[in-house]
């Protein structure tokens, strides 16, 4: 409670007399309120009270009907009693903290009792507000252990982070991916104005943090809604707090946050945003190595192609799809002509080389819903779904030409490749993962017996 609030006393039974005289010399900063037993009785007017003062000399009525309010709504607020005989035993048990009050009234003594139970209702305010604000964060953690990649970040967030951020604007930020925008929450217009503030804040962070990766920056207009959020013509750069997302020494991204207040936040709000940073850089750091961990599992270290496992499960599902909708597949099997002359003459490193350009010209040849995979030394295998025997092969003959055409070098050393090819074909019923590598296994096979450097179709499946 504010110093320019009134107190509250509550008095209940209590005499005129004693009214006016408490009225006289507390003064205007206190608020009486009084309570009979004819009086209605309700949670509105005991909630928020300092102090109770009840005279018991009648009977216990009235302390009784209030006793459940002063616990719910005034948990700090002190009891006091006035009268000759001692509270009975119901109303001890329901005050168990409740005092004598000598009569004449000791007035700066009550004014002491009045701002100590105002200091403890702020007391128990901050508390409340800081329990508020672990749970939260206790929430949010919660939540951030079940994301398991970059898209379901915002998820997470979006329900917790601004009860936590008394912000007019919450920003995540990862400036080197293609999807820059991990989270935005906005309470009020973006303007141009703030667009460029923001703008500014983050160039000069990132100029300090990643001085060796240089961002593009135009995505942050998208962030605008092209109406002026208040008092925007006030912000600048260092009207923005920014704390980095890092994974060890290296900043992945910002945490970024604009104060509904114009003058900022206090420290301890200042060290929960941090300790949130923080939460969001672990997040980070684990889901990176989840993709590592995943990239590993998945695909062939040298090339970053599928491996041969990966694509195998992935003809599979392509079979399956082929057999149920009665489309076309495609299976290309390539091998390096003379690999084993490379490296016997370059070194292995030109051969690794080979592999890895190989696969790079295979990478930028196929769409996007192809598959592409390295079944081991010098093999791969391409899968065109929903493509003919005649487009299988059309393509398979333009990368032919593509890398006997590319010059390879590994130091000094320039030399070029080819490549023998062999095209399986299938539809519906006869699209079976086996036969289909064996077919096109007999195709490349007859490839490299008709001379290397072609492209041969399999027989059709029986």
Known sequence: MGSSEKKRILLASCSVDLVAELGRALGPDVRLLTLSKEDTLSREVVHGVDLVIM??????????????????????????????????????????????????????????????????????????????????????????????????????LEETLPQILDASMI??????????????????GVGELKMKALRTHLEDAWDVLRPDAKVRWEWINSLGNGRPGRNEHRLRATSFTTAPISIGSETE??????????????????????????????????????????????????????????????????????????????????????????????????GDEALRRTADIIRRSIREMDIAGRCGGE????????????????WAQRLRVLIET???????????????????????????TDSMIARADAALYEAKNQGRNRVVAAREAL
């Open 55 to 156: 005279d018991l000399s009648d009977d216990d009525a009235v302390a009784l009907r209030i006793a459940q309010f002063i616990t719910e709504g005034s948990p700090s607020c002190m009891v006091f009693h006035v009268g000759n005989s001692e509270p009975s035993e119901e109303v001890r048990l329901n005050y168990p903290e409740i005092r004598p009050l000598p009569i004449p009234v000791d007035h700066s003594y009550l004014r002491g009792v009045i701002d100590s139970a105002n200091h403890d209702r702020a007391r128990i305010r901050s508390l409340s507000s800081e329990k508020s604000r672990i749970r939260l964060l206790y929430d949010l953690s919660s939540a951030l252990l079940k994301v398991t990649s970059h898209r379901h970040i915002a998820k997470a």
């Open 171 to 188: 920003l995540l930020t990862f400036p080197t991916r293609t999807v820059p925008i991990g989270y935005f929450y906005t309470a009020e």
């Open 253 to 350: 991204g910002f945490l970024t946050f604009l104060p509904m207040r114009e003058h900022g936040h206090d420290e301890g709000f200042l060290q929960t945003f941090f300790v949130l940073a923080d939460l969001l850089s672990v997040l980070v750091h684990n889901l990176r190595l989840k993709e590592r961990l995943e990239q590993r599992a998945t695909h062939d270290g040298l090339t970053g192609l599928l491996n041969r496992q990966t694509l195998i499960e992935q003809l599979e599902r392509e079979c399956r799809r082929s057999q149920r909708y009665q489309t076309p597949v495609s299976v290309v099997m390539l091998d390096i002509d003379h690999f084993k002359r490379v490296n016997d003459e370059h070194g292995h490193q030109a």
């Open 379 to 394: 093999e791969f295998v391409v899968v065109l779904p929903n493509t003919e025997l005649e487009g299988a092969m059309i």
């Open 406 to 432: 590319v010059e390879l070098a590994h130091g000094d050393i320039k030399f070029y490749i080819t490549a023998s090819m062999g095209v399986a074909h299938a539809t519906g019923t006869s699209s079976i």
